[in-house]
């Protein structure tokens, strides 16, 4: 509720800057995880682990900590009520 309110009030929005390649990449090993999970729960000790720590510490931080391709435009969410107009 409280970034709600900034939000309103100052009328830009920050977050992560992300780009389209940052969300595959999370989604990658989003995916990763699951299918870890779903070895694991299958009985599979050995491929599990593997997928699972790939997916936790190598491609989810890799989506996260690679920069924004410089081709894509900036994320700036502008709340346009609060303009005068003449």
Do not use: H, Q, W
């Not at 830009?12 to 870890?36: M, R």
């Amino acid at each position: 509720m409280a970034s709600a309110k900034k939000a309103k009030k100052g009328g830009v929005v920050a977050g992560p800057d992300f780009g389209k390649k940052n969300y595959i990449i999370l989604g990658a090993g989003l995916l990763l995880v699951v299918i870890g999970f779903l070895f694991l729960a299958g009985g599979d000790i050995t491929l599990s682990p593997i997928l699972l720590v790939l997916g936790y510490c190598v491609i989810i931080p890799l989506g996260i900590l690679l920069p924004k391709e410089k081709g894509e435009a900036p994320r700036l969410d502008v709340d346009k009520s609060n303009t005068v107009s003449s």
